[in-house]
């Protein structure tokens, strides 16, 4: 019988339960009842007598060095019946099994984590390392000390793990799953393991807790190379596929049910949104060219040294569509975790470049859809947003807070760091150290700054819907988006709009009231991108059909204004000056290539018109009033910013139409000294501030079209061009051509002026017939009033077929002069060019109506370049010259007395019928025959009734075909056959009498 201390530890044999479940206890030593309990004890001692020196399985080896790590010395050991059965060499197996059994009973009692802290406390406190190794070499045999010392074989003897035990060996029927499964196919199988490792994520089951840590890395790093290999990632980034050190966990970033702000600011859908950030960075590839895009553009900005990423945002949408559509609705949160994974993929390349800049700006490009400021509302707050418009004000820039750190006055300590917000001031209640309350001053040298602008943008003038005050808003510039626009620039700005009480407004009003701004996120230029935005293939297409058709020049010229009835000079003078010339550039110093126009004519003339149509035909127009406008309405000026309290600088309307058309009806209405400041606007395209400290200099690269009434109201013939306008010359020799509009009476064309006037008003408001009407005409009588009313609407100048629609005209004037840049050829006759200068200067000296000097000339190359791009050419050829000669040659004669201007059109004959339609020429001579002839019958008539004579008064003239065809050789042509079977000739309202071999016209 064991003593009572061997007793006391002695473990206690666990209870066993028979068939029925009773548990009946065994006595200490005993075998277990079960007969299949003892077939597996004998099989187990069996094969532990056949098994080499290595006879204790590793598992009982460790057991054993536990309980001599729990006992005392050596001598307590065999007290255990279990040690005694052992060492006195008794059923090994029987009493082996009972130790396992008693052993992890005891520890199912006691509990892991206690047995576990017992044997650490005891390891720390009693056991000695050298009692323990004595205490091996007592009980251990040599054999298994020297297994011990190359370490365990963890697959040595592992049959021993299958062995039967009774006691362990039991199931609850209840929890037995009994039914038939089928064998699952591949897809299946995997859509069961994602779950199970998404389950795995959410419990954070971690299955690789027990591996060494250097063997999880190789299995991490094994198992990442597989899934990029697997996904066709593996592009050459591994070192920048981040630094996580486990294995990535899938994770549904959609799947969310709390506001979206406070889900992006929680650590995991944070990390996600990164990890797949950075692989669209690093991966994203042109699926053309195959090229890797935003790794190109890192390292182009590495290049340049600059700030900004641009991200295209369908290439986001292509990618990871629920990111976009959170960085719209979330911007100011998205935006910033993108920075920070921009900022670590080009540390990546380039470790050193944070010595070059701290923060790296995700900008955003070609946001869908562009708001108009007249239409921003609530419901934009805070939301990603893009509009366009033209900047009016540009602030100075300021140092703004990004990082704060402030001292504290009562204890010393420097707080902070605390991110300073765009429109929000950080303020600190108190001290977390002493609880001070108080002012607390900014730590100037460890407080981070930037640069911050504000500017302000306007809608663009051609937007602005009629009889509408242009709305404005602020549009706040930080980083590299510094004086990336300036005023008069056109701009497109991607950004946040936000709003910030507005102190102002809540001291005056009293009620809250908020100010909006947008933070400018992209700044883009709409100038230079004009043209490939607004055009799309088909327009393209259908502009280049255009240009190959050889009267294109005069389709366009009669698509200005085709309301407008004659005035063929204004017309083309208009067209000109709406396709431009092209700038040029000499050693710094810059030429215009816009023509300016001036437009002096007879109250009712359609001056107005013209100018109206200019402004809704041009890309980029600015309209005003010469009784409105002032020299800082027109130029620039500088106001008091109301929040900065500086002095910022305002661009006017010149400034405002830069690369553009400027407008100024009523020119004759300004002051001189307003006209006199815009000398410079008009001739050198920029113009010059000195006002409040502000010294600089603004372009002004634009068009001028002014309109302008005569002295007196109307225009005197028998008086020279400057005589009737009260403008100086300088000014006058800034415009490139005169346009002159007379009311002079001609029965002819006043009678087709009028038809022209009640066709308009037939095509405006066409005759409607009633039901009885309809039921009662025949299709044919309806077919031939319809032929008859488009007879009728066809009296004018130029047929409908040859105008092109006002849409149409705008875009082939935006191609024209977006990507048409002409330049003189090699083989031009510039001796022509020579002469004709020549000439015009001796002809001038003996009229001086209008001083012909070297602008002149530079005005004829510039209207053969617009001529040029009129026709989408990229070279100016001798017909543009001879076009524009004859242009010029025009201007210069309607500007001469009325007793020169004949002189004149006889001199430069050659020139001004260049080109000209014959019967366009015939029917004009035709017509000033027929006034002469009218002027003969009325003088005859007046003498007649003076005298007391009753004459008969005719209701025809007539004149002689002899007379025609003598006008007719003076300008060279000697067959008058077409002209009579012209279409021209016939509605003019002539007829050939062949008996008296007359044209006749009704009166």
Same mark, same amino acid.
């Given at each position: 019988?064991?003593s009572?201390?061997?007793d006391?530890?002695?473990?206690?044999?666990?209870?066993? #339960?028979d068939?029925t479940?009773?548990?009946?206890?065994?006595?200490?030593?005993?075998?277990?009842?079960?007969?299949?309990?003892?077939?597996?004890?004998?099989?187990?001692?069996?094969?532990?007598?056949?098994?080499?020196?290595?006879?204790?399985n590793?598992?009982?080896?460790?057991?054993?060095?536990?309980?001599?790590?729990?006992?005392?010395?050596?001598?307590?050991l065999p007290d255990?019946?279990?040690?005694?059965a052992?060492?006195?060499?008794?059923?090994?197996a029987?009493?082996?099994d009972?130790?396992?059994?008693?052993?992890m009973?005891?520890?199912?009692?006691?509990?892991?984590?206690?047995y576990?802290?017992?044997?650490?406390?005891l390891?720390?406190?009693?056991?000695?390392?050298?009692?323990?190794?004595e205490?091996e070499?007592?009980?251990f045999?040599?054999?298994?000390?020297?297994d011990d010392?190359?370490?365990e074989d963890l697959?040595?003897?592992?049959?021993?793990?299958?062995?039967?035990?009774a006691t362990?060996?039991?199931?609850?029927?209840?929890?037995?799953?009994?039914?038939?499964?089928?064998?699952?196919?591949?897809?299946?199988?995997?859509?069961?393991?994602?779950e199970?490792?998404?389950?795995?994520?959410?419990?954070?089951?971690?299955?690789?807790?027990f $591996?060494?840590?250097m063997?999880?890395?190789?299995?991490?790093?094994?198992r990442?190379?597989?899934r990029?290999?697997?996904n066709g990632?593996?592009?050459g980034?591994?070192?920048?596929?981040?630094?996580?050190?486990?294995?990535?966990?899938?994770f549904n970033?959609e799947?969310?049910?709390?506001?979206?702000?406070?889900?992006?600011?929680?650590?995991?859908?944070?990390?996600?949104?990164?990890?797949? /950030?950075?692989?669209?960075?690093?991966?994203?590839?042109?699926?053309?060219?195959?090229?890797?895009?935003?790794h190109?553009?890192?390292v182009q900005?590495a290049?340049r040294?600059?700030?900004?990423?641009?991200?295209?945002?369908?290439?986001?949408?292509?990618r990871?569509?629920?990111?976009a559509?959170w960085?719209?609705?979330?911007?100011?949160?998205?935006?910033?975790?993108?920075?920070?994974?921009a900022?670590?993929?080009?540390l990546a390349?380039f470790?050193?470049?944070?010595?070059?800049?701290? $923060?790296i700006?995700?900008?955003?490009?070609d946001?869908?859809?562009?708001?108009?400021?007249?239409?921003?509302?609530?419901?934009?707050?805070n939301?990603?947003?893009?509009?366009s418009?033209?900047?009016?004000?540009?602030?100075?820039?300021?140092? $703004?807070?990004?990082?704060?750190?402030?001292?504290?006055?009562?204890?010393?300590a420097? %707080?902070g760091?605390f991110?300073?917000?765009?429109?929000q001031?950080?303020?600190l209640?108190?001290?977390?150290?002493?609880?001070y309350?108080?002012?607390?001053?900014?730590n100037?040298?460890?407080?981070?700054?930037?640069?911050?602008q504000k500017?302000?943008l $306007?809608?663009?003038?051609?937007?602005?819907?009629?009889?509408?005050?242009?709305?404005?808003?602020?549009?706040?510039l930080?980083?590299?988006?510094?004086d990336?626009?300036?005023?008069?620039?056109?701009?497109?700005?991607?950004?946040?709009?936000?709003n910030?009480?507005?102190?102002?407004?809540?001291l005056?009003?009293?009620?809250?009231?908020?100010?909006?701004?947008?933070e400018?996120?992209h700044?883009?230029?709409?100038?230079?991108?004009?043209?490939?935005?607004? +055009?799309t293939?088909e327009?393209?297409?259908?502009?280049?059909?255009?240009?190959?058709?050889?009267?294109?020049?005069?389709?366009?010229?009669?698509?200005?204004?085709?309301?407008?009835?004659g005035?063929?000079?204004v017309?083309?003078? +208009?067209?000109?000056?709406?396709?431009?010339?092209?700038?040029?550039?000499?050693?710094n110093?810059?030429?215009?290539g816009?023509?300016?126009?001036?437009?002096v004519?007879?109250?009712?003339?359609?001056k107005?018109? /013209?100018?109206?149509?200019?402004?809704?035909?041009?890309?980029?127009?600015?309209?005003?009033?010469?009784k409105g406008?002032s020299?800082?309405?027109?130029?620039?000026g500088?106001?008091r910013?109301?929040?900065?309290?500086?002095?910022?600088?305002?661009?006017?309307a010149?400034v405002?139409?830069?690369?553009?058309?400027?407008?100024?009806?009523?020119? *004759?209405?300004?002051?001189?000294?307003?006209?006199?400041?815009?000398?410079e606007?008009?001739?050198?395209?920029?113009?010059?501030?000195?006002?409040?400290?502000?010294?600089?200099?603004?372009q002004?690269?634009?068009s001028?079209?002014?309109?302008?009434?005569p002295?007196?109201?109307?225009?005197?013939?028998?008086?020279?061009?400057a005589e009737?306008?009260?403008?100086?010359?300088p000014?006058?020799?800034?415009?490139?051509?005169?346009?002159?509009l007379?009311?002079?009476?001609?029965?002819?064309d006043?009678?087709r %002026?009028a038809?022209?006037?009640?066709?308009s008003?037939?095509?405006?408001?066409?005759?409607?017939?009633?039901?009885e009407?309809e039921?009662?005409?025949?299709?044919?009588?309806?077919?031939?009033?319809?032929s008859?009313?488009?007879q009728s609407?066809?009296v004018?100048?130029?047929?409908?077929?040859?105008?092109?629609?006002?849409?149409?005209l705008?875009?082939?004037?935006?191609?024209?002069?977006?990507?048409?840049n002409p330049?003189?050829?090699?083989?031009l006759?510039?001796?022509?060019?020579?002469?004709?200068y020549?000439?015009?200067?001796?002809a001038?000296?003996?009229?001086g109506?209008?001083p012909?000097?070297?602008?002149?000339l530079?005005?004829?190359?510039?209207?053969?370049?617009?001529?040029?791009?009129?026709?989408l050419?990229?070279?100016?050829?001798?017909e543009?010259?001879?076009?524009?000669?004859?242009?010029?040659t025009?201007s210069?004669?309607?500007?001469?007395?009325?007793?020169?201007?004949?002189?004149?059109?006889?001199?430069f004959?050659p020139y001004?019928?260049y080109?000209?339609?014959?019967?366009?020429?015939l029917?004009?001579v035709?017509?000033?025959?027929f006034?002469?002839a009218?002027?003969?019958?009325? +003088?005859r008539?007046?003498t007649?009734?003076?005298?007391g004579h009753? #004459?008969?008064?005719?209701?025809?003239?007539?004149?002689?075909?002899? *007379?025609?065809?003598?006008?007719a050789?003076?300008v060279?042509?000697?067959?008058?056959?077409?002209f009579?079977?012209?279409?021209?000739?016939?509605?003019?309202?002539f007829?050939?009498?062949?008996?008296?071999?007359?044209?006749?016209?009704?009166?």
């Amino acid at each position: 019988m064991a003593s009572n201390d061997g007793d006391s530890m002695a473990p206690s044999r666990p209870p066993t #339960s028979d068939s029925t479940g009773a548990t009946t206890a065994q006595p200490p030593g005993a075998a277990p009842p079960s007969s299949s309990a003892s077939a597996g004890v004998s099989t187990l001692a069996h094969g532990l007598s056949d098994s080499d020196s290595n006879s204790d399985n590793d598992d009982s080896r460790g057991r054993k060095r536990r309980r001599l790590r729990r006992g005392g010395d050596g001598s307590a050991l065999p007290d255990s019946p279990t040690l005694s059965a052992i060492a006195n060499g008794s059923d090994e197996a029987d009493a082996l099994d009972d130790f396992v059994v008693g052993d992890m009973e005891h520890e199912e009692q006691d509990g892991d984590d206690d047995y576990g802290e017992q044997a650490e406390e005891l390891d720390e406190e009693i056991v000695d390392e050298l009692d323990i190794q004595e205490r091996e070499r007592r009980f251990f045999s040599d054999d298994e000390l020297d297994d011990d010392a190359d370490g365990e074989d963890l697959g040595e003897n592992a049959e021993m793990d299958y062995r039967r035990m009774a006691t362990l060996d039991r199931y609850d029927t209840a929890m037995l799953d009994g039914r038939q499964y089928d064998d699952m196919d591949l897809d299946t199988r995997r859509g069961v393991e994602d779950e199970l490792n998404r389950r795995d994520a959410r419990e954070g089951r971690i299955a690789q807790v027990f $591996q060494d840590d250097m063997e999880m890395e190789q299995d991490d790093a094994h198992r990442h190379r597989f899934r990029r290999n697997l996904n066709g990632e593996n592009r050459g980034y591994d070192d920048m596929e981040g630094n996580d050190d486990g294995e990535y966990d899938p994770f549904n970033l959609e799947n969310f049910g709390v506001p979206l702000r406070e889900w992006i600011a929680s650590e995991r859908p944070r990390n996600e949104i990164k990890r797949r /950030f950075k692989n669209f960075l690093n991966t994203f590839a042109d699926s053309k060219t195959g090229r890797l895009v935003y790794h190109e553009k890192i390292v182009q900005l590495a290049q340049r040294n600059e700030q900004s990423l641009e991200i295209e945002i369908g290439d986001v949408i292509h990618r990871m569509s629920m990111v976009a559509a959170w960085l719209v609705e979330a911007p100011k949160d998205m935006l910033a975790i993108l920075d920070e994974v921009a900022r670590e993929v080009v540390l990546a390349l380039f470790p050193y470049y944070a010595t070059i800049h701290q $923060q790296i700006y995700v900008r955003i490009l070609d946001l869908p859809g562009t708001e108009r400021l007249r239409d921003l509302r609530t419901a934009h707050l805070n939301f990603l947003i893009k509009v366009s418009g033209v900047v009016t004000r540009r602030t100075s820039v300021f140092p $703004q807070l990004q990082l704060v750190k402030v001292n504290c006055p009562g204890c010393g300590a420097v %707080l902070g760091p605390f991110t300073q917000q765009s429109q929000q001031e950080v303020k600190l209640n108190a001290c977390p150290e002493c609880q001070y309350r108080g002012h607390f001053p900014v730590n100037s040298e460890q407080t981070v700054y930037r640069n911050f602008q504000k500017i302000t943008l $306007q809608e663009s003038p051609g937007s602005v819907p009629p009889g509408r005050v242009p709305r404005s808003k602020d549009v706040v510039l930080i980083g590299d988006l510094i004086d990336k626009a300036r005023p008069g620039d056109e701009i497109a700005v991607t950004g946040i709009y936000t709003n910030t009480p507005d102190p102002t407004l809540n001291l005056r009003d009293g009620f809250p009231v908020f100010r909006t701004v947008i933070e400018a996120n992209h700044v883009e230029r709409r100038a230079d991108v004009l043209g490939s935005q607004l +055009l799309t293939a088909e327009d393209k297409k259908q502009i280049l059909r255009l240009a190959k058709q050889p009267d294109i020049a005069q389709r366009l010229i009669n698509s200005i204004a085709p309301s407008i009835y004659g005035h063929q000079q204004v017309k083309t003078a +208009l067209a000109l000056a709406l396709f431009g010339g092209k700038p040029k550039f000499i050693k710094n110093s810059r030429v215009r290539g816009d023509l300016n126009v001036l437009l002096v004519g007879d109250p009712g003339t359609a001056k107005s018109q /013209f100018l109206k149509f200019a402004k809704q035909t041009a890309p980029r127009a600015v309209y005003s009033t010469g009784k409105g406008a002032s020299a800082v309405g027109l130029t620039a000026g500088v106001s008091r910013d109301p929040f900065t309290k500086e002095w910022v600088l305002q661009g006017g309307a010149l400034v405002l139409a830069d690369k553009g058309v400027c407008l100024i009806d009523e020119f *004759d209405k300004m002051n001189e000294q307003d006209r006199t400041s815009i000398h410079e606007a008009m001739e050198q395209q920029s113009i010059s501030v000195s006002k409040a400290g502000i010294v600089t200099s603004l372009q002004a690269r634009c068009s001028v079209i002014a309109a302008a009434n005569p002295i007196g109201g109307r225009y005197n013939a028998a008086r020279t061009f400057a005589e009737n306008v009260e403008l100086t010359d300088p000014i006058l020799q800034r415009f490139d051509l005169l346009c002159v509009l007379q009311d002079t009476v001609d029965p002819v064309d006043d009678e087709r %002026l009028a038809d022209f006037v009640v066709s308009s008003h037939m095509r405006s408001n066409p005759m409607k017939k009633t039901a009885e009407d309809e039921a009662n005409d025949d299709e044919g009588e309806t077919e031939d009033e319809l032929s008859a009313l488009t007879q009728s609407m066809q009296v004018g100048d130029a047929d409908t077929s040859m105008t092109l629609d006002q849409e149409l005209l705008r875009k082939y004037i935006l191609y024209a002069r977006t990507f048409v840049n002409p330049v003189l050829a090699s083989g031009l006759d510039t001796r022509k060019v020579e002469s004709f200068y020549a000439q015009l200067r001796r002809a001038s000296q003996h009229t001086g109506a209008v001083p012909v000097a070297v602008r002149h000339l530079e005005s004829l190359f510039r209207m053969a370049e617009a001529h040029a791009r009129m026709h989408l050419r990229d070279t100016v050829g001798d017909e543009d010259l001879a076009l524009a000669i004859r242009v010029l040659t025009e201007s210069l004669c309607d500007a001469q007395k009325f007793t020169f201007k004949r002189q004149w059109r006889r001199l430069f004959r050659p020139y001004l019928t260049y080109r000209q339609d014959n019967n366009v020429l015939l029917l004009h001579v035709l017509h000033e025959l027929f006034t002469s002839a009218h002027a003969y019958h009325q +003088l005859r008539v007046q003498t007649d009734a003076q005298a007391g004579h009753r #004459s008969h008064r005719d209701t025809t003239l007539t004149v002689l075909r002899a *007379d025609l065809l003598a006008k007719a050789k003076s300008v060279g042509i000697y067959d008058l056959s077409e002209f009579y079977a012209s279409s021209a000739f016939s509605k003019a309202g002539f007829r050939i009498d062949e008996q008296a071999n007359a044209i006749v016209k009704d009166i």
